[in-house]
């Protein structure tokens, strides 16, 4: 515990009213007050669960900043969501090219740790099938919990960040329908997701990567409504449609949504997603 004086301020914007909305972007992100110390004093260390799961994410980012290389700037990005290290330069290029999404710990970070957690658990459930020949297995009933709770504490790890909450819930809606066997459509579960960011924090409608992250997403689900039923009919042209078409979809969805926040669009961040969403799914991910 840390008893400290300071001097704040309550957020404030600029007076351009079509430019950078700064008082909105620091309310959305929960920054009720800035300031500045005026001393301080250290009563007490934190041993609560949450400062220790605070102290080994911090770890986790200096020992991914600790890459040599750019590899200690994109890393922590990467698996923590911590963009602080990136330089200006290197961000503005992401940007410019259309990949600064894949720099945010989103549904595909999040998505890959489900897997991983799945196949790890998998293999337990295997060996307890060949030691103990049940036929109802216990580590089986307990997959969910399992799932629930590696994307939990990997959505913790990550920051929290209006993705890793759009994308943990969903993914934890999935993993609750799924084993409960009840039909729920994925819109619905958009919905449902979107009504729960909000209730969490009402303030995140102020922020752009809200609307942004749930239209890219809702895009997608009502897009590719019976879109299997065309890959059934011809699976190589259809993984070849899954490859570039899900671009184009997002691409033309939020471009009116760049345009509106003065945000930098390029025809050239269709090609250039195709190449390095696959790449990072199947190639840095694994290796990070």
């Given at each position: 515990m840390i008893k400290f004086s300071a001097k704040l301020r309550a957020p404030y914007s600029f007076i351009n009213p079509y430019g950078f909305d700064y008082e909105a972007w620091q309310l959305s992100r929960g920054v009720d007050a800035s300031?500045?110390?005026l001393g301080y004093d250290v009563q007490s260390v934190d041993r609560s669960l949450e400062a220790k799961l605070i102290e080994f994410r911090q770890e986790g980012i200096a020992r991914a900043a600790a890459l040599p290389g750019k590899a200690g700037?994109?890393?922590p990005a990467l698996l923590f969501g911590e963009s602080g290290y990136l330089?200006?330069?290197a961000w503005l290029d992401f940007q410019m090219t259309g990949t600064v999404h894949l720099l945010i710990v989103s549904g595909l970070h999040v998505s890959f740790l489900i897997l991983l957690v799945m196949l790890i658990w998998r293999q337990f459930i295997r060996l307890e099938v060949l030691l103990f020949s049940s036929s109802h297995s216990v580590l089986m009933r307990l997959t969910p919990i399992i799932l629930l709770g590696a994307c939990l504490l990997y959505s913790y790890m990550a920051g929290m960040g209006v993705a890793v909450q759009r994308s943990g819930l969903m993914l934890a809606m999935?993993?609750?329908v799924s084993f409960s066997r009840y039909h729920w459509s994925l819109f619905d579960s958009?919905?449902?997701v979107m009504w729960m960011?909000?209730?969490?924090?009402?303030l995140v409608s102020l922020f752009v990567g809200f609307w942004f992250s749930f239209a890219a997403v809702g895009s997608l689900l009502l897009a590719h409504a019976g879109i299997i039923r065309t890959f059934r009919n011809s699976i190589i042209s259809g993984k070849i449609e899954l490859l570039y078409r899900p671009q184009w979809i997002v691409f033309?969805?939020?471009l009116p949504l760049l345009w509106l926040f003065q945000q930098p669009a390029s025809l050239f961040s269709v090609l250039l997603n195709m190449l390095a969403i696959p790449?990072?799914?199947f190639v840095i991910l694994p290796l990070s």
């Open positions: 300031g500045y110390l700037q994109i890393v330089n200006k330069k999935a993993i609750l958009w919905l449902w960011v909000l209730v969490i924090n009402p033309l969805t939020l790449l990072l799914a």
